[in-house]
């Protein structure tokens, strides 16, 4: 039925056929839902049809994100018409469509919105309040959602309870702001809105403690594998050091063997059709001079954040003009990968002609950890170039560290293993001592077991900090002239290295580009294998020099 064929209903008084009709268009489309029955009438088909189909299409997946820019809506549909759509039954083929049956009538699902803070979120709220007592279309085409008399039912700031045929502890919508408690509820769809906003862009303990809530936030579903968490969001600052940025890197979506979804999927849109920005997404709110000047207003970063989505190097990084050379690796003659290609044209190297060092920035891990074990492989060819082969992080134990490290050995037999000596960190040399000491199999990997040969020895160079100079400061001083006169060459899988990079000194953690750091001050120009084999050995015996204790104090006590 187009709509012609809707008026000619309407005028010849078939009011129950024309309900029919515009109830089923309603929920078999958000996006009609949202315009016409809501009557958000702003929105427009070329920018938030895709948007309402994705959410409808995906619906079997239970993790998805949507990040949109500024203004452009997206709340107004994932935070205000979805619930409503999803209680008056969107979603659900008409065919299987029973109010009457307790165990698949819509109206039983409970909704928690939670934005930045509790007054953010029961905003929401004032929408549907509105919805439900003055709203004569969605009355009319659903009056099962409809309570009674709205004065009988519980309709506070933060939460409000619709017709329903199963009780919950829990109302219909609820909504909660991430700097409040929300244990001892459970909900079949959670909705972040915009959870994050300027004050955690300019103050990193918040933006932390946003995520750390966020990790936490699956305990409010009712059932882990049915439940729905949805994402409406804009981005505030590069690489992970916002909250959408930290998703996307540590829960990426993927399927189990079994083909059951895990992890986030993403929806991400910026404010541009086209790469070459001069087509706006939604030019009746946002036209191309309205973007120029709202660009001119808040600077690049600010503006790749929150209306492209696409954040670059905030403005004053130190190295985030600089063009990262990179390189590639290829086949030497007998077929084995080991000839590195750099992409800047210049002279190939095989990898065995440089000289190889690994340092690891410790970290003890831990639920609480505010920085991560980092471990940086590079190596120096005798024309001074590096090249970075190898990095890595992760918040875990010294013990998991130490294995990766000697799997690295294994694989790129270091001229010098290295890492930063402060504190309890010390206790690395103990730790590697002592697996040498004990022998045997691996316990991690099984290395030197019946038919494997044993891990490589790895002797640990501790390097303490400079004096007087903090992790910035040093981070600057070993990298800067390297990075400026193009001798460093980045490998695959540095990635996260390369992001810490650009955004220094403004990024979250640095302890990828902390190690790096001490590993450029540390390594050498290869200058011939004899030499290189002889300060090894020389560097091999100093290290079996153990200390009785593995204080600097040498205060008392035996090992």
Same mark, same amino acid.
């Given at each position: 039925m187009d709509t012609n064929e809707i008026m000619l209903t309407a005028r010849e008084g078939r009011a129950d056929e024309l309900r029919a009709e515009l109830r089923s268009r309603a929920l078999r489309s958000l996006y009609y839902f949202?315009?016409?029955?809501?009557n958000y009438n702003q929105l427009q088909e070329s920018f938030h049809l895709p948007l309402c189909q994705h959410i409808q299409e995906t619906q079997s997946i239970k993790k998805r994100g949507y990040l949109a820019p500024r203004g452009h809506f997206k709340s107004t549909i994932i935070a205000k018409s979805y619930p409503l759509w999803r209680l008056c039954g969107g979603g659900i083929p008409e065919s299987g469509l029973n109010y009457t049956d307790e165990r698949t009538d819509p109206r039983n699902l409970r909704f928690l919105i939670v934005s930045e803070n509790k007054d953010v979120a029961a905003k929401a709220l004032k929408d549907f309040r509105w919805n439900i007592e003055h709203n004569t279309m969605l009355r009319w085409l659903f009056p099962e959602i409809i309570p009674p008399n709205i004065k009988d039912t519980k309709w506070t700031d933060t939460e409000c309870l619709l017709p329903r045929t199963r009780s919950f502890d829990e109302s219909t919508i609820r909504t909660l702001g991430v700097d409040q408690g929300g244990t001892g509820f459970h909900y079949d769809v959670i909705i972040y809105d915009d959870i994050v906003g300027l004050k955690a862009a300019e103050n990193p303990p918040l933006m932390e403690d946003a995520i750390t809530w966020f990790k936490a936030a699956a305990g409010l579903l009712d059932n882990q594998e049915t439940g729905e968490e949805l994402i409406a969001g804009t981005r505030w600052l590069d690489g992970k050091n916002d909250l959408y940025g930290y998703i996307m890197e540590e829960m990426p979506f993927f399927k189990h063997s079994d083909e059951r979804p895990v992890g986030f999927t993403f929806y991400i849109k910026s404010c541009w059709v086209d790469e070459a920005k001069t087509i706006p997404v939604f030019p009746e709110k946002y036209s191309k001079q309205? !973007?120029?000047?709202?660009?001119?207003?808040?600077? %690049?970063?600010?503006?790749?954040?929150q209306y492209e989505?696409? /954040?670059?190097?905030?403005?004053?990084?130190?190295?985030?003009? !600089?063009?990262?050379?990179?390189?590639?690796?290829? %086949?030497?003659?007998?077929?084995?990968?080991?000839?590195?290609? /750099?992409?800047?044209g210049s002279a190939t190297v095989n990898i065995n002609s440089l000289c190889r060092l690994s340092f690891w920035d410790p970290s003890s891990g831990g639920k609480?950890?505010?920085?991560?074990?980092?471990?940086?492989?590079v190596g120096m060819s005798s024309d001074h170039r590096?090249?970075?082969?190898?990095?890595?992080?992760?918040?875990c134990g010294y013990a998991e560290a130490a294995e990766r490290w000697h799997v690295l050995n294994d694989k790129f037999v270091f001229w010098k293993t290295g890492y930063e000596k402060v504190g309890a960190q010390k206790e690395i040399e103990s730790l590697i001592l002592n697996r040498r000491i004990y022998g045997g199999a691996c316990p991690y990997c099984g290395a030197g077991g019946p038919g494997t040969k044993r891990h490589r020895r790895v002797i640990p160079i501790g390097v303490v900090p400079p004096g007087g100079k903090d992790k910035e400061q040093r981070i600057k001083l070993f990298l800067d002239s390297a990075l400026r006169e193009g001798r460093v060459y980045f490998g695959?899988?540095?990635?996260?290295?390369?992001?810490?990079?650009?955004?220094?000194?403004?990024?979250?953690?640095?302890?990828?580009?902390?190690?790096f750091a001490y590993a450029v001050n540390e390594v050498r120009p290869a200058t011939g294998e004899e030499?290189?084999?002889?300060?090894?050995?020389?560097?091999?015996q100093i290290a079996m020099r153990s200390q009785r204790t593995f204080t600097e104090q040498n205060y008392g006590g035996y090992v």
């Open positions: 949202s315009k016409v029955v809501l309205a !973007l120029a000047e709202i660009l001119h207003r808040e600077k %690049p970063y600010l503006f790749s954040c989505n696409n /954040p670059i190097p905030k403005e004053g990084t130190e190295w985030g003009s !600089l063009e990262l050379k990179s390189f590639n690796v290829g %086949p030497d003659g007998e077929g084995r990968s080991c000839i590195l290609q /750099p992409s800047d609480g950890a505010k920085c991560e074990n980092a471990q940086v492989s590096i090249f970075v082969f190898n990095s890595w992080s992760k918040n695959p899988g540095t990635e996260k290295l390369k992001r810490q990079l650009l955004a220094f000194p403004y990024g979250g953690m640095v302890d990828e580009l902390d190690a030499e290189l084999m002889e300060e090894q050995e020389h560097i091999t």
